[in-house]
């Protein structure tokens, strides 16, 4: 299974872009990479999977380069209701979804 | 469709009692998954099923977990004997195919004391 790192925590204020970059330097040809966000009480959302350059839909950007080592989920203008943990998965096709901690983005006003 | 529907949403129980956990997937779709969450590990895969079969229990943690899935629309995940370090979240998911859009239950918040 390709690792993934993404960090622990983000503090955002309302109205401003997020940018959440998640590592993964042994993704293999066949993985996609696909992002999750979870708030409290509640099981994980699935926001946008991509396997290169930009994916966009009315939610989120995801940004991956040409490399795959990294990609980036880009979160435009978050609210109070952003606030979740976001999950960066690299999915191979023989194994299902590991999640791990996350990155716990809080939204201030 | 209703989702992914988990019961009880939450359990409290003496350790070594028996535990079970249930979890109707979305029909019609092929895996179901069980994790559990924990502060200090995150959200674990502890197995996985396709088209009822166990295919990856290699995350289950010890013997005392066991889980099974006797038809397309049902599946349970048993602790026996629990231990308060069982306390968790429990989440199932399903989904159509692999590497497809996953849809997780609400949860049971196990607490064993």
């Known amino acids: 299974l390709a690792k993934t790192t993404q960090p622990i925590s983000m503090d955002s204020y309302e109205g401003q872009e997020v940018n959440i970059t998640c590592s993964h330097n042994n993704i293999a040809t066949n993985d996609y990479i696909t992002w999750y966000q979870q708030f409290p009480s509640q099981g994980p959302r699935f926001i946008i999977q991509?396997?290169?350059t930009k994916v966009t839909n009315e939610v989120a950007s995801l940004f991956i380069p040409a490399d795959r080592k990294s990609s980036t989920l880009s979160l435009p203008r978050v609210s109070l209701s952003d606030t979740a943990v976001y999950y960066c998965?690299?999915?191979?096709?023989?194994?299902?979804?590991?999640f791990g901690k996350g990155t716990s983005l809080l939204v201030t006003p | 469709d209703a989702g992914v529907i988990q019961s009880p949403r939450h359990e409290v129980t003496e350790m070594g009692q028996e535990v079970t956990l249930r979890c109707k997937p979305i029909?019609?779709?092929?895996?179901l998954f069980w994790y559990r969450q924990t502060m200090m590990r995150g959200l674990e895969l502890l197995i996985y099923f396709n088209n009822n079969v166990p295919i990856d229990d290699s995350g289950m943690p010890e013997d005392r977990f066991s889980a099974k899935m006797p038809n397309a629309s049902f599946s349970t995940l048993k602790i026996q004997p629990s231990e308060p370090r069982d306390s968790a979240v429990y989440f199932c998911a399903s989904s159509p195919f692999m590497n497809t859009e996953a849809f997780f239950g609400q949860g049971t918040r196990l607490t064993v004391v």
């Open positions: 029909s019609g779709h092929d895996y």
């Open positions: 998965l690299v999915t191979d096709s023989g194994y299902a979804l590991n």
């Open positions: 991509g396997y290169k």
